[in-house]
Structure formats: structure tokens, C-alpha cells
């Protein structure tokens, strides 16, 4: 989400009466990859851009190419082969050993199927949603590079195969997934790009110590969200910077499946209450504590005196000590290990070494 942000910002800046731009979108990879499908790259004929479609080694050719897309108004795709030998293949040589195909759109103001002006919604969208991008087609109505957006399906157009398109969604969004479908009808044929879009983890942060910044600061160069619960009257006036809301630390603010809470107040009986409410009255993923696990278990012996039993998906839902084991000793590097394991419950990873992995980093994508 936070290529995306960062793209629309941008694209917003732009005075289209003297500019033209183009988007460029992963759609397919096939093997290895540095970038996945819904990469993207905002690009401007002056040759500016913002995001990316690789590790730096194909966004050179992909401006140039963006170009001749903004000259004739249409979209088009290029293929970029890494596994040929060819020496004049772009990106032979650098070990990718994947086939990338990105789609090329220019960007008109106008359009109300504008490819970025169609993800400007979900930036504050708390629940996931999917794009839908218009690989192939010959349809007048649905020209290629269009987009068009999921919200629900009550809210939800589309100008043919609206029900088979809707239960590719419900497929996409129950596997958590992105997909390429090809519908045939008497319409012809056409592909599209179905991407899930989730909203970005927000961290609800219960403390207001030193070692709360590196935490917020990492969040927000992650693109996630935090909002810090703590006395703002005694706070670093820093922190409202860098959190996105700084709230009193006894404010009621309702979770979504998106959310990650961390306890780090360094007072037993803080950390316990909240730790209590979150696991009792929420279904919050991740509920990371702070501090070594003989303290958790005083919580849990409270917990029994008080009549309270977990069960093993409340258990499943805590992580005490918070962290991966990774070593770390300063405040910086134990948030980058809470962090690092926030990631891996979101997902669905263990978290070792890639090294070790037998399976691809990656599902491959349809």
C-alpha cells in the first residue's frame, strides 16, 4: 500500500495540461522474480518515476516503452525473459531466471477507469479489496489497461460477465489471492487481472517509553499504520510526527482483522488489563507483550484465578515474548524483530531462514 500512496501523491502533482503519464503494472510473473504481480511504476514524459516493476534493472526500458504508450494513448504489454541467454534480452544476466510481463497504460485524467485514480479509494480502506485490470481485449467498453474496482457487490459494475467476474472474486478473496482469469462468451474473449489488495497493518501501540519511537519510525517506513496509546501531555512531541494518531491510553478504539496490538507499558497491571480486553472482547490476529515470559505467565495465572480459561486460538493469538529470535538487545533491534514477526503472522509464514525453505518464496500466480 504504500507504492501505491506514494503513486497516487505523486500523480495528484501533476498538471496533465502540460504532462503526460503512463503506469506501468506487473501482471504475470513466471519462475523468479525481485518484484511480484501489482508492482507498479508511475512514470511522466519529462522521465520521473515513482514505485517500481523490478530491482532497478528493467525500469530504464520500461520508461522508454511508457513513452510510446503516452504518444499513442493505448496500453500495451512487453514481456521481460531473464532466463534467455540472449545477450540483448533486457535483464539477462542478472540471475532472476523469471519471465515478467508488464502492461504498460497511459493515463488520462478523464477516465473514470483511470488506472491510479481507481486505487485513490482503497488507500483508506480497511478491509481487502480487488483490482480488476484489463489484460486482452478488443471490447470498446472495456478497453485494455482499464481498471476497474471491487468494493462489494452490491457496488459493483461491470459491463459483461458480471457474475462469472464475481465469482472469481469471491475465489480471489477467499484464497487471499490474485489471479489471471481469461473469460470467453459471446462477447469475444478477454483477460484480466484480478488482484487482492489488502489494507496495511495497524499497529496499536500501548506505552509511551523511549522504546516506542524506533517502532513507530520502522512502521512508517514499512507503510503501516500506528496509533499509540499513552498520556500525550507527557510524550516526546516527536512521536506526533511519526504516529499516525497519539491517542489517551485509556481510549476505546474498536481493531479489524488488519490489526496488530503490541503491549509495552512496562507496568504489569497495565499490560494485563489491556491484554484481557484484546483477548477476551476482539479477534485481533496478533497480540504481541513485551517482556520475558515468566511475566505472561503471572497473566495467565490471573487469568485462572479470575475464572478465565484460554482457549488454544486465544493462545495462538499471543505472542509472548513478542519478537522473532533473532538476538536482539537495543530497543531498535527488538522492534525490528516484533516487526519482522507481525510480518510473518500476516502471512501465514514461520519465519526461518529463506535459505532453509524447501517450497518457492512465492506461490506462483496464475
Not at 4 to 28: C, G, M, N, P, Q
Not at 96 to 123: K, R
Not at 324 to 346: H, K, W, Y
Request: glycine share 8%.
Amino acid at each position: 500500500m504504500k507504492e501505491i500512496k506514494s503513486i497516487i501523491e505523486h500523480y495528484l502533482k501533476i498538471d496533465f495540461s502540460t504532462t503526460r503519464a503512463a503506469l506501468a503494472t506487473v501482471v504475470r510473473v513466471e519462475g523468479s522474480s525481485y518484484r511480484r504481480v501489482g508492482a507498479r511504476m508511475l512514470v511522466t514524459e519529462d522521465g520521473q518515476w515513482i514505485g517500481g516493476i523490478s530491482g532497478g534493472c528493467l525500469e530504464g526500458d520500461a520508461l522508454k516503452r511508457a513513452r510510446l504508450a503516452m504518444s499513442t494513448g493505448k496500453a500495451s504489454m512487453v514481456t521481460y525473459d531473464t532466463t534467455d541467454d540472449d545477450p540483448y534480452q533486457i535483464g539477462v544476466g542478472l540471475g532472476c531466471n523469471g519471465i515478467i510481463d508488464v502492461l504498460l497504460s497511459p493515463l488520462n485524467p478523464n477516465d473514470t477507469h483511470n488506472a491510479v485514480l481507481q486505487l485513490q479509494p482503497l488507500v483508506s480502506r480497511r478491509q481487502p479489496s480487488v483490482v480488476i485490470t484489463v489484460i486482452d481485449s478488443v471490447l470498446d467498453e472495456l478497453p485494455k489497461g482499464s481498471v476497474h474496482r471491487f468494493e462489494s457487490q452490491e457496488n459493483f459494475e461491470f459491463p459483461i460477465a458480471r457474475r462469472e467476474v464475481m465469482d472469481c472474486i469471491h475465489t480471489c478473496l477467499t484464497n487471499e489471492k490474485s489471479a489471471l482469469q481469461t473469460l470467453t462468451g459471446d462477447f469475444g474473449s478477454i483477460t484480466l487481472l484480478l488482484e487482492v489488495i489488502p489494507p496495511p497493518i495497524h499497529l496499536f501501540i500501548h506505552g509511551g517509553n523511549y522504546d516506542i519511537f524506533p517502532l513507530v519510525r520502522q512502521a512508517k517506513e514499512l507503510g503501516w499504520l500506528s496509533t499509540v496509546f499513552c498520556n500525550p501531555q507527557k510524550i516526546n512531541k516527536s512521536l506526533f510526527d511519526w504516529a499516525d494518531h497519539v491517542v489517551q491510553k485509556h481510549t476505546e478504539i474498536k481493531p479489524d482483522d488488519y490489526t496488530a496490538v503490541v503491549l509495552m507499558a512496562h507496568d504489569l497491571e497495565t499490560d494485563f488489563q489491556n491484554y484481557q480486553r484484546y483477548i477476551t472482547a476482539t479477534q485481533v490476529p496478533y497480540i504481541g507483550l513485551l517482556g520475558p515470559r515468566k511475566r505472561f505467565e503471572k497473566m495467565i495465572q490471573r487469568l485462572d484465578d479470575e475464572g478465565i480459561t484460554l482457549s488454544t486460538e486465544q493462545f495462538q493469538r499471543t505472542y509472548s515474548p513478542a519478537g522473532l529470535d533473532t538476538g536482539a538487545a537495543t530497543p531498535e533491534e527488538i522492534d525490528l524483530s516484533i516487526l519482522a514477526e507481525i510480518r510473518t503472522v500476516f502471512s501465514h509464514r514461520e519465519g526461518g531462514q529463506l535459505r532453509k525453505r524447501k517450497t518457492p518464496i512465492y506461490s506462483e500466480e496464475s
